[in-house]
């Protein structure tokens, strides 16, 4: 089975991909098309250069990568939504889909932190709304990152009953410290799951808003209202 995540930029996706590795019979896979999107918008991330000698830029190949990922039954691929936007979505239609939201307030604000000026486009809410619509006869799940840490195992229980496979307790816990499936990105990406052991909120969660940002917070309300209301429940 091919469990495809897609998410929005600083949610707890690191953190679901990590539970996931721990399961035994899965195996994770994380931002494949990331040089796709920083080929094909000229976006400019930090360790930009790295990312690009990394990964293929060429989407049929990657694409090829990760359905020729064997050794386990499944197979966890972390994506972000704004990766996907730029390449063709064929392949969903293998997948189980999972989308993974945030209250765009604490999302934008920690975004800010690395990016000054976010658009729509790099927080991805709208277009997890338009890819949620696209796949909605096909049962997405819809997980809230703020109702997963309420109560992780009652999500994951729900979750892993939804898309088909048994919920092990392993998904939990993990240890701290880089993981050899990260991405070349982490050192400027995952400092903060790097230090967790588990599904724990942030004390940077509560960060305020810049002033400049709340234009962009209130257009992304609204698609985060459409999808939440479809989100499961501890």
Request: overall charge neutral.
């Amino acid at each position: 089975m091919y469990i495809h995540l897609i998410s929005g930029p600083r949610n707890i996706s690191t953190a679901l991909m990590y539970s996931f590795a721990q399961r035994n019979d899965t195996t994770v896979v994380d931002e494949p098309f990331y040089a796709c999107y920083l080929s094909r918008t000229k976006a400019e991330h930090p360790g930009k250069e790295v990312v690009m000698q990394a990964q293929s830029s060429e989407e049929e190949v990657v694409k090829k990568e990760i359905f020729k990922t064997t050794g386990r039954p499944n197979v966890f691929i972390k994506n972000m939504a704004h990766h996907i936007e730029v390449i063709n979505d064929d392949f969903l239609s293998k997948c189980v889909n999972i989308f993974l939201i945030r209250d765009p307030k604490q999302l934008i604000a920690s975004y800010a932190q690395v990016i000054d000026q976010p658009v729509m486009r790099d927080i991805g809410i709208e277009y997890e709304q338009t890819l949620f619509k696209k796949l909605e006869n096909h049962n997405p799940v819809v997980v809230d990152s703020g109702l997963l840490l309420q109560n992780p195992e009652s999500v994951l229980k729900k979750v892993c009953s939804k898309i088909g496979i048994v919920f092990q307790p392993a998904m939990l816990r993990w240890p701290a410290g880089p993981k050899p499936y990260d991405g070349v990105w982490a050192p400027h990406w995952y400092a903060n799951v790097h230090r967790s052991t588990g599904f724990e909120r942030q004390s940077t969660s509560e960060r305020p808003l810049p002033e400049h940002l709340i234009p962009l917070y209130q257009e992304a309300a609204g698609y985060y209202n459409l999808l939440v209301k479809h989100a499961i429940t501890p």
